[in-house]
């Protein structure tokens, strides 16, 4: 539905004021009955009572990030380019702001160049972190200048035994507001994966579905150091496995600098946006990561539009293995959108 928003106001020095708001951080613990109320003790009896921890970020939709974005994307429009306020921000372009979130001193990173757990996710004895996939519903568009609050809560912690040893997995839901109607913009999902043993295990993973023989649109993306290294940087995104190829292979033991799953959930969501049919308007998406890309090999982001008003996009690797007429790998990447 149209949501009435008030002027948007183009005077540096309210931008200014909004900057400053969004370096103020809430975090709101959780207390738990269970132990002596220290946070040591309560990872220790159970990372589950981690369930309903928040925190509240402020940031304000800035032009230059936005064209910052823009051309890190390997498809971008001249008009993304050059911003102005009041454009409508492209999902899930939205991941470049509250970066703010990881601005800490490097003695609060681990050695991976992460955060280290326990400052908002459960601190876990286990040394790989991943990014599972995530689920995002879109309510009103995000626009460039937009004052946003968004609201970040824990809401599913869950140890399991899998195939490549034991794992945690970690649900985070994340609200996003605009501060000045307080109307919600956008809710979202995130889903986290800590994974014990080394980077080998990946390769442990159950291989993924076979991506389509065909497609309405295909795109052959090649992720160099370039494109992870600035990605990185608009995310504010330390984790060393993206950009510090001798720490990828050497310590974490992968084949080389693993692609964000962020980025290719950014790609395929790009897909969409190419696909989306004329007058319509996207309400959900929705993606999982099945195994990790790698700056290895080159993998191909695609989709197809379904007639009742669904997006199915994928993504994989290139290989040469052949089924027929056409190259069918197993599936990195698979996401849903769907279309009123």
């Not at 993304?80 to 003695?107: M, R």
């Not at 998406?285 to 197809?304: N, Y």
Request: charged share 20%; aromatic share 8%.
């Amino acid at each position: 539905l149209p949501m009435l928003l008030p002027a948007r106001p183009h005077s540096p020095f309210v931008a200014l004021s909004r900057s400053l708001a969004a370096a103020r951080t809430l975090f709101h613990h959780r207390r738990s009955v269970a132990g002596n109320g220290n946070d040591g003790d309560r990872d220790a009896v159970d990372p589950r009572l981690w369930i309903g921890h928040k925190r509240e970020l402020r940031d304000v939709v800035n032009p230059g990030r936005v064209s910052c974005m823009s051309a890190t994307l390997s498809a971008c429009k001249t008009r993304e380019l050059n911003p102005e306020i009041g454009d409508v921000v492209p999902p899930p372009w939205h991941w470049s702001l509250f970066t703010h979130e990881q601005a800490v001193p490097p003695n609060q990173l681990g050695e991976d160049g992460f955060l280290k757990p326990g400052e908002f996710l459960p601190r876990a004895a286990l040394p790989h972190l991943l990014w599972g996939g995530c689920s995002m519903s879109f309510y009103h568009p995000i626009h460039v200048g937009d004052p946003l609050r968004r609201v970040d809560t824990v809401v599913s912690v869950e140890p399991k035994q899998g195939r490549t040893g034991k794992l945690l997995l970690v649900g985070v839901r994340q609200e996003t507001f605009h501060e000045t109607t307080g109307a919600q913009l956008m809710g979202e999902k995130q889903d986290f994966v800590f994974q014990g043993g080394n980077g080998k295990a990946w390769k442990m993973m159950p291989e993924g579905p076979r991506a389509p023989l065909t497609s309405d649109l295909a795109i052959t993306i090649v992720p160099d150091p370039i494109l992870l290294f600035r990605f990185s940087a608009l995310t504010f995104n330390a984790h060393r496995i993206h950009y510090d190829r001798p720490y990828a292979v050497e310590v974490e033991g992968y084949p080389g600098l693993m692609v964000h799953g962020e980025l290719t959930a950014t790609l395929l969501l790009d897909i969409v946006r190419r696909l989306k049919p004329a007058g319509a308007t996207l309400t959900h998406f929705e993606c999982r990561a099945i195994r990790p890309l790698f700056d290895t090999t080159p993998f191909v982001v695609a989709g197809k539009v379904s007639q009742h008003g669904q997006c199915e996009v994928w993504a994989s690797p290139v290989t040469d293995e052949k089924n027929g007429a056409g190259i069918v790998p197993p599936m990195a990447m698979r996401g849903w959108a769907l279309f009123e």
